[in-house]
């Protein structure tokens, strides 16, 4: 489970962020995050990840507060979090296997369990028999569900994408929703920042609105609600 | 920290993978080192040989007491006395007037047997050579010396001794703040190197941080790069100063006749050096990668 509490973030430079955020996010659950750009969304999935502190308020996840964790407990914060980009945040001198088992060798996983669980996850995605090609090789949503399988091969609860289908055809992007259901449907929670207005009023799902760093609106099966 | 012997491996390889893909980079590193230890290796063999010369021109510095003509039996024994008395003198040898003579007539060779008129009505004096405890301590027996009864006068390098001790401190603190000097140098470019590798594999760590790698695991690989390249910057270091010091050592010393301008023998002289310019190899590395490394894991 999330909840933030009273959550304000200012930046170094003097732009506040997140103006007083309150939310709590159950486990298992699927959310939208949208608004307009500048809104602090980002900002928002980087408090989850604690890749951004709070300037204050609270952040709990399954228990702990992010606003109090110590810089050395980040890395077993984020081995129990996916997290998910636009630009998929690939390694281009490795291939896809290698890719997603690098998320594992880091953090010291055996040999013989990388293995299982990566051909595990890649055949999730729909990747497996291109697991000796290149990204290069790759077309832009085959990159996204190679960066989805490294986020979930050590099987977190949550799992956070900014952005994902952001880079994306609509194709590409449907294909991409597909996964994140199939991950929604065993239980893992999923927090997900778009832009994308098709996909959330057809997916229905919960949907918090940020704007100017305030949530505005909160539905479960909501709509976009804004015109692009 | 326990580590499996797989990470370690893996350390290994990436430090490995590293430095072939950093080609120039690596090569200008290393370079780097390479000039540094070549300087600091010359610097350490010379420095040490100056002192090994040193310690035996120090331990040569002896005190000639030239006794008064007038002087006594008695007054001879009690000047003995009273020297050995002074807390800085290890030894004194009585050399009479003739065998000061003798030594004179050999040291001049063919044209000492003038000196043999002498023999007859002997100018000299009769003589006791000082060795002070510690050879710094020269001047200060023998200004005590000076003071004493049936002293004629005192002789100790006058000058010499003072200005060669003093020379030798100056010329060791030169080199080592050269050597100092030298090692930062080295070390900020290896830092230097180490940061634009880091940069290059930036996409690599954020990744690591993403998905929960410590940063003590983060931080491995860098630290055997630097230490690789430090190690490796001081191979060719040690190679060239030990030829250029066996040669040299075989064929230079035994010209050098003059008993105390002998060379320290290459083993395990050499050893010592090689061991030294390995260790600072490593530590430069090392020190230089960390250095970039911790600013960059700070963020
Ligand atoms: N690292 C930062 N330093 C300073 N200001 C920042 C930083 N990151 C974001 N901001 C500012 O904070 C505000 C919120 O940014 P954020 O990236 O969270 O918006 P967003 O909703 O994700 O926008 P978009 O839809 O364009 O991605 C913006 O005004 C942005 O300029
Ligand atoms: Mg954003």
Redesign the interface.
Known sequence: MIEMKDVYKTYPNGVIALNGINVRIKQGEFVYVVGPSGAGKSTFIKMM?REEKPTSGSIMINGVNLAHLKD?K???????IG?IFQDF?L?PKLTVYENVA??L????E??RLIKKKVMEVLDLVGLKHKARFYPDELSGGEQQRVSIA??IV?SPKIVIADEPTGNLDPDNSWGIMEIFETINDRGTTIVMATHNREIVNTIKKRVIAIESGKIVRDEARGEYGYEV | MAMRFNTLRRHMRESFKSIGRNGWMTFASISAVTVTLLLVGVFLVIMFNMNHFASKIENDVEIRVYIDLTATEQDKQALKAQIEAVPEVKEVEYSSKEQELKNLIKSFGEEGSSFRLFEQDNPLSDVYVVKAKQPEDTVKAAKKIETFKSVHKVKYGQGQVEKLFKTLGIARNIGLGLIIGLLFTAMFLISNTIKITIFARRREIEIMRLVGATNGFIRWPFFLEGLWLGVMGAIIPIVLISLVYYNIYEFANPKLTVPFLQLLPFHPFMWKISIVLLVLGGCIGVWGSMMSVRRFLKA
């Open positions: 990840y050395n980040v890395p077993i914060l984020r081995r129990n997290v945040k390694l690098f998320a060798e880091v953090i010291e055996s040999p490294r986020s050590n």
